[in-house]
Structures are given as C-alpha cells and as structure tokens.
C-alpha cells in the first residue's frame, strides 16, 4: 500500500520511457505495474504550495494560491506575456528572473498532429514525454521566454498548438518528416528569432503500453474516488487500464491517495 499527495509522474527517457510516482517517503516504478491490477483511492487534497488540505483549483494549487504565487502566473500558460526581460515584475520578479531570464525551446512535437510548443530547454525531452508525443524537434533555442512566446504566436498562426489527447492515447497518431516541416517554417519565424534556429536531429519516443485503449473513458477521482483496474499501458502523464479507463496522473496533482496492488 502506498499513500501520499499526486505530483506528476517523473520520467527518463529510456526505450520505452521509464516513468515513477513519488510520493513523500516512497516511489512507485510505474512501469512494473503492467499487467497488475491496481486499486485507486482518493481520501483527500493538499496544495501543493501552502500543503494545506483544500480542493484543488488548477495545477495542483488551491485557488487561493493559483491566483497569487510566481509559478502560476499568466505568463506561464502564455510566454509571450513574460515581462522579466524589461525588469517589469508580475507576481514576483526575482522569481520570473529565474524562469524566464534562461534558454527556451520552441518545438515541432508530434502527439496526436502535428503541433508547436514552449518549453526551457532543461525539460527537455521531459516536456515532450509529458505530452505524449512520439516524435519531437527543436527549432530554435532562444535567449529568454518572452522570445519563444512571440515565436510560437507567429507560428500558431499556421501550425496548431494543441493535442488531441484521445488520439494520442489511441496512438493514431502521424509520423512526419519533422526536419522538413522545420526548414519549412523558418520563413514564419519573428525576425528576432531566425539567428537562433538549431540543427538537432528528430527523437523518437517510445512508451510502456501493451494496450492502446479504443474507446477512451477518463477517470476523474473527484467524481469517483475509488477505481480498480489492470494496468495496460503508461504515454505521456495517463495511465491505460484494461477497460479502455484512462486516468490522468497530472490532472489530479494535489490528491491524496491510497494505492494498492494485487
């Protein structure tokens, strides 16, 4: 049995991804539960910033704390409203510094289609791995966030920013020539960014699944707070059970939980 408060699962990128449930004082290797039957209990909440027992709001956090500290500001859903670059502070502008004042990666990834992301270049591929993706491809290593936020809004304009997560856990999925859609894009790019464009090779990632569900059934422990089935599979931040229910670690970081294996 173990027992403690969901973060999102830790990853290392292994053939397929090795994935870890850390709880306070113990882990759980989530790939050696393939094929095991699990029971999943919900008895609680805990922000994950004050770590007192209220209902979560977003990301883990109580409302009360989402709408007031650094890590869940705007900023950081949308990179292009980053101001730390011109010393302008949001919520807290040593932390924004931090965060924002460091490389960052503007990507190709391939989940569900073809779609362009943000992320620092230290999560990387953990970011890619998160969501699912298969396939996955730097295209330029800017300076600071708010550079890699105007990037991504000149590219949303003709790529999509968004998965479809039902096909990226049916694994439907495209496989594309991502150095070509690359070279394809660079005369989209913001002209501040095209000297930082980058010539990595494509990765390719594979998951722990044995079983892509057909037809997908989320589980939300708030409305059902107690769960058991056999472990199929593990891509991006789901877990796949046998009966086609999908539960997202992710979404229920903050819960407290029991879990049990048969």
Not at 30 to 35: P, Q
Not at 61 to 76: D, L, R
Not at 130 to 141: F, K, N, S, W
């Amino acid at each position: 049995m173990f027992q403690g408060v969901l973060n999102k699962m830790r990853t290392e990128l292994n053939s397929p991804i090795d994935y870890y449930l850390v709880f306070k004082d113990s882990f759980v290797h989530a790939n050696s539960l393939l094929e095991k039957k699990v029971h999943l209990k919900q008895i609680g909440h805990q922000c994950l910033n004050c770590q007192q027992p209220l209902p979560i709001f977003r990301q883990g956090f109580c409302k009360s704390c989402f709408f007031e500290i650094p890590s869940a500001g705007e900023w950081i859903m949308k990179p292009e409203l980053s101001k730390a670059h011109l010393g302008i502070e949001d919520r807290d502008l040593a932390y924004e510094q931090k965060v924002q004042l460091q490389p960052h990666v503007v990507y190709f990834a391939v989940s569900s289609g073809l779609k362009v992301g943000v992320t620092r270049n230290t999560q990387v591929p953990t970011r890619w791995i998160d969501q699912g993706a298969h396939q996955a491809l730097p295209i330029v290593e800017v300076p600071n966030r708010y550079l890699a936020g105007i990037t991504e809004v000149a590219l949303k304009a003709y790529f999509n920013d968004k998965t479809n997560w039902r096909i990226m856990l049916q694994n439907k999925g495209e496989q594309l020539d991502l150095a070509a859609e690359r070279a394809a894009c660079i005369d989209k790019l913001p002209a501040e960014a095209k000297p930082y464009v980058v010539d990595h090779d494509p990765l390719n990632i594979q998951y722990p699944v044995l079983k892509f569900p057909e037809k997908v059934k989320s589980l939300n422990l708030d409305k059902s707070p107690a769960y058991s089935g056999v472990v199929k599979g593990i891509k991006g931040q789901y877990w796949i059970f046998e009966d086609d229910t999908v539960w997202n670690v992710r979404s229920h970081e903050g819960h407290v939980v029991e879990l049990a294996v048969d």
